[in-house]
């Protein structure tokens, strides 16, 4: 188990025939096998283009109070605006994450006939006060939805699965933004920014914020800092990869701590499968491997559900992003 992040570039994937591809394959799957956490380069994503979404997320958090709360979340729309202190640490205990965000979602018409099959789609609700949002948030994530199907045709390349094996669940996918931001913490101020956790996806994709504070989990315990290049993105594995994988790629804990005496801003990118695909082994699991299968339609309805401050979860929630002590 190393105690550093890997920087990887993924200019090899983009070309067809490049004389590096399986060297990168390789060095990819280690990551994701080891620590579950890399830095990419060589994404063909323009530093303008995260320019404009790290603007745009700092005016969608300048807006007035009251704008704000009237484009609020709600249990029938898990779309908008996020409060500061919403969310506490998943048993319960600790203070409340000290961020405020802002929830999108795959981006689908309010007449799409998908709708009838699961509630979790619809058209985004963007904040009137910021105009070229849409725009810049839409453009961003259709890059990123490139960078990922490389990726994960890479991750299927190097198990040895078939290269579509991961391709057909994302189609109409649950795939889901979060805009975040993060007023500094006080020294002495318990609590963090995102109390730590593993993400419940099945690969998540950040452009890290200058400002730093994510930290990463080693298997000893302690907390690391990935470093990444200027125009490099943080990718990290999530449960749903560790599940379909049979527990070879990891989905490590993290937490953000924003000490900086700064503002953060950031904009993660989650991908999760269709709401019909049930994730399960699809290779023999690992020894001491054993989770039950996932229905994401089921999974998500129960993230957004648990995520409301008076419900908990059930015999029936999946244990996706659960820490054991």
Same mark, same amino acid.
């Given at each position: ?5 890997p ?13 590096? /591809?399986q060297?990168?394959?390789a ?27 790290r ?6 958090f ?6 704000k ?5 709600t249990?029938?729309n ?5 409060p500061?202190g ?8 600790g203070?409340a994450?000290?961020y ?9 018409a309010?007449?799409?006939p ?9 058209p985004? $609700?963007?904040?009137g ?5 849409r725009?810049a ?9 490139g ?8 991750l299927?390349?190097?198990l040895?699965?078939?290269?579509d094996?991961? $391709?057909?669940?994302?189609e ?18 318990d609590?963090?920014g995102?109390?730590?956790h593993k993400?419940?996806?099945a690969?998540?994709i950040i ?12 298997r000893?315990?302690?907390w ?18 560790e599940l379909?994988?049979?527990? $070879?790629l990891?989905?490590t804990?993290h937490r ?7 503002e ?9 499968? $269709? ?12 020894d ?14 129960e993230?957004? /559900? ?7 979860a ?9 820490l054991?002590?």
């Open positions: 188990m190393t105690q550093n992040i920087t990887i570039d993924i200019t090899p994937l983009r070309e067809a025939g490049h004389p590096q /591809r060297q990168t394959v060095a990819i799957l280690a990551a994701a096998e080891d620590i579950g956490f890399l830095s990419i380069t060589g994404t063909g994503v323009a530093p303008e283009t995260v320019d404009s979404v603007a745009v997320v700092r005016a969608i300048a807006v007035p109070e009251k704008s709360w009237e484009q609020a979340i249990r029938e898990y779309r908008g605006y996020i500061m919403f969310f506490t640490p998943n048993d319960g205990s203070t994450d000290k405020e965000g802002y929830k999108l979602h795959h981006e689908v309010a007449d799409d998908i709708r009838a099959a699961c509630p979790l789609y619809g985004n $609700r963007w904040p006060e910021v105009p070229q949002a725009k948030i839409l453009d961003y994530w259709a890059k990123l939805d960078v990922f199907h490389l990726l994960l045709g890479a299927a390349e190097g040895g699965l078939e290269p094996a991961f $391709r057909e669940p994302f109409n996918p649950l795939t889901n933004m979060s805009l975040l931001h993060y007023p500094p913490q006080a020294p002495e101020e609590g963090f995102i109390h730590p993400d419940t996806d690969l998540t452009a890290p914020d200058p400002v730093g504070g994510l930290e990463v989990q080693t000893d315990g302690g690391i800092s990935p470093g990444c290049p200027p125009g490099g993105f943080v990718v990290n594995i999530g449960d749903m990869l379909w994988s049979g527990g $070879r990891v989905s804990p953000v701590v924003n000490r900086s005496g700064r953060r801003y950031s904009f993660p990118y989650f991908a999760v499968p $269709r709401h019909d695909v049930v994730v399960k082994p699809l290779l023999p699991p690992v001491g491997f054993s989770r039950p299968p996932v229905h994401c339609g089921h999974w998500s309805a993230i957004w /559900r648990t995520n409301w401050p008076d419900q908990d059930d015999a029936d929630t999946p244990e996706l992003g659960t054991h002590s």
